[in-house]
């Protein structure tokens, strides 16, 4: 564990570049392994914890060797339950293994986009990713948003389904808690002023008055793409994610 410096939305010079951050509860950073790069090494699960900096829960595990690591604890672990990690390891809810020894039709999750770069994708409460296939060396999978996507076959997954699913059903219920969860207010651009936000200024409420949804710096919102198109990454997406 180790404390983080605040930074609250702002960049490297300190100007703030993400709105409504800030204040909060003191909270101790977990490092958490990814990588789960002890190959062949059984581990047993410790303890299931909380983490205030991600919405699923961790599992401490202790090690053959004696080491501990924080992991990302999947549904149905239990303190006392046996992982490993390996190229080939029993089909058990927690162990990880390479992709191309993970049978079709599995869930998996914290999964390498390349080998040896560690988990990336399917690592929030409630997410997986569903093997569909293995061909020249990639292996398809389907993830939680709908898209399809080639990850090299040599990168190392685990199985199951990441823990607390039903992290989108919490009620905040008041203003208090989100402050202490270091979210700050967030202001409607309808009632700012014109030379604050694209919607601001009029008598009374207003129509938005302009042609197309707006940011507050004034850039096209709902509907136009985002994503690069000449992005390194297309040429893995095999279906985009449906709207």
């Not at 951050?21 to 990814?34: C, I, M, P, T």
């Amino acid at each position: 564990m180790k404390n983080l410096p605040p930074k609250s939305g702002r960049n490297s010079a300190g100007r703030i570049t993400v709105r409504h951050q800030g204040g909060g509860a003191k909270r101790l950073y977990r490092e958490v392994d990814f990588w789960q790069s002890k190959i062949n090494v059984p581990g047993r699960v410790e303890t299931l914890e909380y983490d205030p900096y991600r919405t699923a829960f961790i599992a401490r595990v202790v090690y053959k060797d004696g080491s501990r690591a924080y992991v990302l604890a999947p549904e149905k672990l239990k303190v006392g339950d046996e992982i490993i990690t390996a190229e080939k390891a029993p089909l058990t809810i927690g162990n990880r293994m390479m992709l191309q020894s993970i049978p079709l039709g599995t869930q998996v999750y914290n999964v390498e986009i390349s080998e040896g770069s560690g988990g990336k994708l399917a690592r929030s409460a409630g997410s997986y990713a569903e093997v569909l296939a293995h061909e020249d060396g990639f292996t398809n999978l389907k993830l939680a948003s709908g898209e399809i996507r080639r990850v090299v076959s040599r990168g190392y997954a685990s199985i199951g389904q990441v823990s607390n699913a039903e992290h989108n059903l919490i009620t905040i219920g008041k203003a208090g808690r989100s402050r202490h969860m270091g979210i700050r207010p967030t202001v409607r651009g309808s009632v700012m002023n014109p030379v604050d936000h694209p919607y601001g200024g009029g008598e009374g409420r207003q129509k938005r008055g302009t042609k197309r949804p707006k940011t507050a710096w004034g850039k096209v919102t709902g509907g136009r793409k985002t994503r690069n198109r000449k992005k390194w990454s297309n040429q893995f997406i095999i279906q985009r994610r449906t709207k």
